[in-house]
């Protein structure tokens, strides 16, 4: 990432995590120029800020020293973007008023940038109607932005209102650095983690999926621009940033939700769906009786890569099946890839000592239906970030 910004910093308890997002954005080869409203230098020091950034700290809107130097409104158009961090409930009302009474107000004021906005304050200040007002009024011109969270807080009450930790700031300078999102207007659809059949209220047949691969490619889509819905089986995952999140249990909630998603650009199938019920669930705990056998009657579940893949109205341009193997990976592969009648299969072999179930790691062989690709071992996110990029270039070279 490259690029240069403005930090305006803003007078609350928050702005020390400002000195941590310039000491990450430095490493990140982004120049930051910072400006501090007259409260912030209560909680943090020109010196500080200067020191970390290497560059110049402005303070003062009619500073002779300054303006020698560099013209205010010249100093708004001179970064790619401007970030308001942290953003005070005080500091947001007069950016949603259009007051320019100091030097951070003028910038905003004067600004074709766009701007990114990350909040702290207290949580009543936060869900306070005005707030609310302004922070509506602030999105509908067009500014971005990042958080709060829910969070303990100075004050020591918890709630929204929280800032956002620098990582995750960060990140989303990143994204409004890098304007080129070619799956920008695509529908993704994608269907991630286990399902579970219930046997009785306490009981379930599930697997071992933890989720992490499809949340990674949800998350990876997003970032290329593209809107996502995730129909997510059971996690502990949290949602992806930008990502539209359908939990479901079930793997017949699967299918209605991505029935109900339609239409999708793309379907990608990364869950691991249960392939079988119980015919009937107990609507009581069963008991266990000493000596007893149980069987359990099992039914077939919907398919939903097969049912997704067929040819209709409503049929996605590209769909995308997982296999999860344990043996003969390519033969089963392709087999699979007939079968279901998709347009990509991805297959990994999860048996033995691969650790794929619940691990950070994947090893896919890749398959087309012309050509098989075997993509080494690495990072879930590094396979996600591979496959986005694959169906950016799918539809770059088709037509709409």
Not at 89 to 116: E, F, I, S, Y
Not at 367 to 394: F, I, Q
Request: aromatic fraction near 4%; proline fraction near 6%.
């Amino acid at each position: 990432m490259a690029g240069r910004i403005i930090l305006i910093i803003g007078g609350g308890i928050a702005a020390y995590k400002a000195l941590e997002l310039i000491r990450l954005l430095r490493k990140r080869d982004v120049a930051v120029e910072c400006v501090l409203t007259d409260s912030a230098t209560h909680f943090v020091t020109p010196l500080s800020v200067q020191a970390l950034s290497g560059a110049p700290v402005h303070t003062t809107l009619l500073s002779l020293a300054e303006d020698s130097q560099m013209d205010h409104i010249a100093l708004s158009r001179s970064a790619d973007l401007l970030v308001v961090c942290p953003a005070t409930a005080n500091l947001m009302a007069r950016m949603a008023n259009g007051l320019a009474d100091d030097l951070a107000t003028t910038l905003l004021l004067a600004t074709d940038t766009p701007v990114l906005i990350a909040p702290a304050m207290n949580v009543r200040m936060w869900k306070h109607p005005a707030t609310q007002e302004n922070y509506r009024r602030l999105r509908e011109r067009g500014c971005d932005f990042v958080g709060p969270e829910d969070g303990e807080m100075a004050c020591g009450e918890f709630g929204p209102g929280r800032l956002s930790a620098p990582e995750t700031i960060v990140e989303a300078i990143e994204s409004a650095l890098s304007p080129h999102k070619p799956l920008t207007g695509r529908h993704v659809l994608i269907t991630a983690g286990p399902t579970h059949e219930p046997i009785d209220p306490v009981r379930f047949i599930a697997n071992h999926s933890s989720g992490k691969q499809g949340y990674a490619i949800a998350e990876a889509c997003a970032a290329l621009g593209a809107q996502v819905t995730l129909v997510s089986g059971p996690t502990a995952l949290p949602c992806p940033k930008g990502v539209t999140l359908v939990p479901v249990l079930t793997a017949s909630d699967m299918m209605a939700a991505c029935e109900k998603a339609l239409p999708a650009d793309c379907v990608i199938c990364a869950a691991a769906v249960g392939d079988w019920r119980v015919a009937q669930s107990s609507e009581q705990k069963r008991k266990k009786q000493p000596g007893e056998t149980v069987s359990l009657a099992l039914v077939e579940n919907p398919d939903i890569l097969a049912t997704l893949s067929r040819p209709g109205p409503h049929r996605a341009s590209l769909v995308i099946g997982f296999a999860a193997e344990t043996e003969s990976l390519e033969q089963h592969a392709k087999a699979k890839l007939a079968r279901k009648g998709c347009d990509w299969l991805l297959a990994n072999d999860v048996g033995g000592e691969s650790a794929v179930f619940g691990g950070d790691r994947n090893r896919i062989l890749f398959l087309n239906g012309e050509t098989v690709e075997t993509w080494p071992d690495m990072p879930k996110a590094e396979v996600a970030s591979l496959l986005a990029t694959r169906l950016a270039a799918h539809f770059s070279s088709t037509s709409r």
